[in-house]
T-cell receptor
Framework: GAGVSQSPSNKVTEKGKDVELRCDPISGHTALYWYRQRLGQGLEFLIYFQGNSAPDKSGLPSDRFSAERTGESVSTLTIQRTQQEDSAVYLC????????????FGPGTRLTVL | RKEVEQDPGPFNVPEGATVAFNCTYSNSASQSFFWYRQDCRKEPKLLMSVYSSGNEDGRFTAQLNRASQYISLLIRDSKLSDSATYLCVVSAGGTSYGKLTFGQGTILTVHP
């Protein structure tokens, strides 16, 4: 079946602009996660959605970052007033509710802030 | 101190070699442990879970020592296709269930 998809695959923006990144999880996966990977670094957890529960936003680095999820489907990660340090690959993952530790990743969106 | 620390690498080994990666984690409440593999400019993919009893999947063997908070991955008879970055991953469980903490990764290059 189809895996996790993300769009756009690449995004170049100017400092100060807002960007929206999209994630389509695997059908039937109730849990959805966003991570960030800076060049040469490990993945950093950003936010976690599980069903209708309040999302775990503990990894969001600042109030410029926000994310929404529509039901158990698409999620968007929004970064307002982008800064150069926001440049990274943003990875989305999804999982079944009771296998939250087994996550399937999308190909990521490479964000470059000039 | 980072929550998950790995050998810095890189490791450059010939085909057929045996190579071992180590990882330590700082949160004693951690419940689940994994090795992920990430190819260059690709997304991470689960390689294997790690259990206290140790587990093996073909040429790959993973070990967990909870007392020492130490995880290892052994690759036997290395193949060119094993070249990748290997990520040590930990989950705290409980209210943090699903929130994975990744190590920085260890780069492996297998050469002919």
């Amino acid at each position: 079946g189809a895996g996790v998809s993300q769009s756009p695959s690449n995004k170049v923006t100017e400092k100060g602009k807002d960007v929206e990144l999209r994630c389509d999880p695997i059908s039937g996966h109730t849990a959805l996660y966003w991570y960030r990977q800076r060049l040469g670094q490990g993945l950093e957890f950003l936010i976690y959605f599980q069903g209708n529960s309040a999302p775990d936003k503990s990894g969001l680095p600042s109030d410029r970052f926000s994310a929404e999820r529509t039901g158990e489907s698409v999620s968007t990660l929004t970064i307002q007033r982008t800064q150069q340090e926001d440049s990274a690959v943003y990875l989305c993952a999804s999982s079944l509710e009771y296998s939250a530790d087994t996550q399937y990743f999308g190909p990521g969106t490479r964000l470059t802030v000039l | 101190r980072k929550e998950v620390e790995q050998d810095p690498g890189p490791f450059n080994v010939p085909e057929g070699a045996t190579v071992a990666f180590n990882c330590t984690y700082s949160n004693s409440a951690s419940q689940s442990f994994f090795w992920y593999r990430q190819d260059c400019r690709k997304e991470p993919k689960l390689l294997m879970s790690v259990y206290s009893s140790g587990n093996e999947d073909g040429r790959f063997t993973a070990q967990l020592n909870r007392a020492s908070q130490y995880i290892s991955l052994l690759i036997r008879d290395s193949k060119l296709s094993d070249s990748a970055t290997y990520l040590c991953v930990v989950s705290a469980g409980g209210t943090s269930y699903g929130k994975l903490t990744f190590g920085q990764g260890t780069i492996l290059t297998v050469h002919p």
